[in-house]
């Protein structure tokens, strides 16, 4: 059987006899994978001109129903997955991360979407006034790059590695083309597969090169970005390439590290933070085998605990059944194939050069249900390394599998300095109760990590663990990590759109962004905003209120209602040494007079007040002072109907703007609300 490639909306087998790959467990031949006969230009130009046209057209909210879309689909067919995902040597466990997993970042993923604007571009951050009379101001927006994400992933996670990347370029409006790793990546056609049978994304989207894609870098331009997850040798031969460097291509590299576990001084033998340690890195030795480029390679322990965590964890290492994961006695598979145990294998025995091996053996250990010979695996190994300041081939090499050192630390300052001689991880995690202990050491070791983990009781049954990257968090890190960032939420996202500072009035700035610019044209009609549906509301349109002059006992009626008798309001006596004149109207009273002022009572549309999105008081209001509102539609967001019985219904920013009577504003305010469409079809 052919591994196929997904090119220019096709699916295609390429030409030759192609590199066969092989069962972890069985050594049978799965398939065979070749890439030969692609044109890897033309699938780029495809993507360009197919995939990222339509997905540009898209407004963040239909690219985020698109992924979630996709993410039920997938979950409902999700058993296929485990089968395949079986041949790469991954127990059950193993295959829910990557595959539950997987799918969780798009479902993660769709969810930002309520971060985004409903258009196809987005809006970043602030305006910025640019001039005195405020005729002139900036302001950043950020729209999806006219080219193609190239994710060049590792074998280790066939699916989570592709769902991952694509999740975030298809929410930023680029399309992709995925190169897994050949070992593992007919798991990732099995799952692409169902993806474009699905019809969910838009054609040119999505496309896949099972084989080899070198050369493909040739082709890439300024508006392409890459990325890569591997070795960091690989890694860096990839970002040296110098069409990268001529065409200024963002590449973005998550590298295989030497991450640590660090065992903090309070958490001694007999302590729940002492077992958590142990749970917790002998599960990261054994799960995917130790093939997780966040696996913890080091162990770093007081060193008056070396010998109780040399106990504790070779007791539990002892107890976990190597073979094949369809028996229910086994709790850690094979490696991916008999390569990544030969090269294993030999970081094992560069590591035993500068180190004792305290627990397993590279040839004699027992499988369960599978032959050894034939399946790819191994023990899990477990060294110990009692100068770590002088034999650094911990720090250096990194063997990708169950392969871990323990190493003593004297002092806190000696555990921060051997976890940054890893020269950059992905993650670290300190295992304690003592939030000294823990701020001192994420203070020191942070500029070296990308993650810090810090675990005890509190956090222990619901955290996600040492390992395991979320999505709406950075995953990556400096130096040997590679130095990039992958997903992170919305950075995720803002990575694959350029950023461009757009500059003019704020009328203008308000058409081009549709959304409305304060100090921009105002709108106004005799029917209340109110009054109108979803679609009729115009960005811009206003609402001047009536107004009202404010009395004393306005302050001390709303201080006695809330409760809030703070001193500025209530005791003109106090006001000495303070900005406050008199006593002065309440923030939270000037917001709710303000929306007296510019709600309009009947019935109508608006179904609800959402919430608040940002509120400022700019200056002190005083009795004898008249306030009025300027209620402006700001900016329009349609949602989704969660069901056949929900109304239809989007969410209308309103800007509350609150002046005086010289036209000063005295207050600023986003609120929400929730407005019927007129067309509910």
């Known amino acids: 059987m052919k591994i196929k490639n997904y090119a220019q909306g096709k699916w295609v087998d390429g030409d030759g006899e192609g590199k066969p790959l092989f069962n972890a467990i069985t050594g049978e031949t799965v398939g065979t994978v070749s890439s030969e006969g692609l044109d890897f230009a033309a699938m780029m130009d495809y993507a360009r001109k197919t995939g990222g046209p339509a997905l540009r057209k898209m407004t963040f909210q239909e690219r985020g129903l698109m992924l979630k879309s996709l993410a039920m689909h997938l979950i409902g067919i999700k058993k296929k997955f485990y089968a395949v995902s079986a041949y790469t040597g991954a127990t059950k466990v193993d295959s829910w991360i990557d595959i539950e997993g997987g799918i969780g970042n798009l479902f993660a993923n769709a969810s930002l979407r309520r971060q985004f604007g409903d258009q196809p571009f987005y809006v970043e951050g602030e305006m910025a006034p640019l001039s005195k009379e405020g005729t002139f101001i900036g302001h950043h927006i950020m729209f999806p790059k006219q080219g193609v994400a190239i994710h060049i992933n590792a074998f280790n996670f066939p699916i989570w590695g592709m769902l991952e990347k694509i999740a975030v370029n298809f929410m930023a409006g680029v399309p992709a083309i995925v190169k897994p790793a050949a070992l593992t990546s007919y798991l990732t056609e099995a799952m692409v597969q169902e993806i474009i049978d699905s019809k969910i994304l838009p054609e040119g989207a999505l496309q896949l090169i099972c084989g080899s894609a070198n050369g493909i870098l040739d082709h890439v331009t300024n508006q392409d970005v890459v990325t890569f997850t591997g070795s960091a040798s690989t890694g860096k031969m990839l970002k040296a390439h110098p069409q990268l460097t001529e065409e200024a291509v963002p590449f973005n590299m998550e590298a295989d590290s030497l991450n640590a576990s660090v065992l903090g001084e309070d958490a001694v033998p007999g302590t729940e933070e002492f077992d958590l340690f142990i749970k917790e890195v002998q599960r990261e030795m054994t799960v995917k085998a130790g093939q997780k480029c966040t696996a913890v390679r080091r162990i770093i322990v007081p060193e008056k605990l070396v010998e109780d965590v040399q106990i504790a964890l070779g007791q539990r290492l002892s107890k976990t059944v190597v073979g094949d994961p369809a028996n229910e006695e086994v709790r850690m598979g094979a490696l991916a194939g008999k390569s990544q145990v030969e090269e294993v294998k030999e970081k094992v025995q560069k590591l035993s050069k500068s180190q004792e091996m305290v627990f397993g053996d590279l040839e004699n250990f027992e499988v369960t249900g599978a032959d050894k010979n034939k399946g790819a695996f191994l023990s899990p190994i477990l060294f110990l390394n009692n100068d770590p300041f002088k034999n650094t081939d911990c720090h250096n090499i990194e063997a990708f599998g169950p392969v871990s050192t323990i190493i003593p630390y004297k002092d806190l300052n000696e555990a921060i300095e051997l976890a940054k001689m890893g020269k950059g991880s992905l993650v670290c995690s300190i295992v304690t109760n003592d939030d000294k202990i823990a701020q001192e050491f994420v203070l020191g070791a942070a500029c070296m ?21 979320m999505p709406l968090l950075t995953h990556g ?25 757009i500059q003019g009035s704020p009328t203008m700035l308000t058409k081009i962004t549709n959304q409305y610019q304060y100090g921009g044209e105002q709108i106004e009609y005799d029917k209340h905003v109110f009054q109108k549906y979803f679609e009729e509301i115009e960005i811009g349109e206003t609402v001047i209120t009536r107004k009202h002059t404010v009395l004393e006992a306005d302050i001390v009626n709303f201080a006695n209602v809330s409760g809030d008798n703070f001193y500025a309001h209530v005791d003109a006596t106090s006001l000495e040494g303070t900005i406050f004149e008199r006593n002065v109207a309440h923030g939270y009273w000037i917001l709710s007079k303000a929306a007296g002022l510019f709600v309009d009572g009947k019935k109508g549309p608006v179904l609800l007040n959402y919430g608040l999105d940002e509120c400022r008081f700019t200056k002190p209001v005083y009795p004898g002072m008249t306030i009025g509102v300027r209620f402006t539609a700001k900016e329009k967001i349609s949602q989704e109907k969660k069901d056949e019985n929900d109304i239809k219904k989007g969410i209308v920013k309103f800007l509350v703007d609150v002046y005086d009577e010289t036209g000063e504003t005295v207050a600023l305010a986003t609120i929400l609300t929730m407005v019927k469409f007129k067309n509910q079809d």
Do not use: D, F, W
């Open 477 to 501: 890190g400096p130096g040997r990590a590679g130095g990039g960032e992958e997903m992170g939420g919305k950075r995720g996202i803002l990575h694959y759109m350029q950023r461009t500072a």
């Open 449 to 469: 990590h990308g993650r810090i983990l810090v675990l005890n009781a509190a956090c222990a049954k619901e955290s996600t663990g040492h390992g395991s990257p």
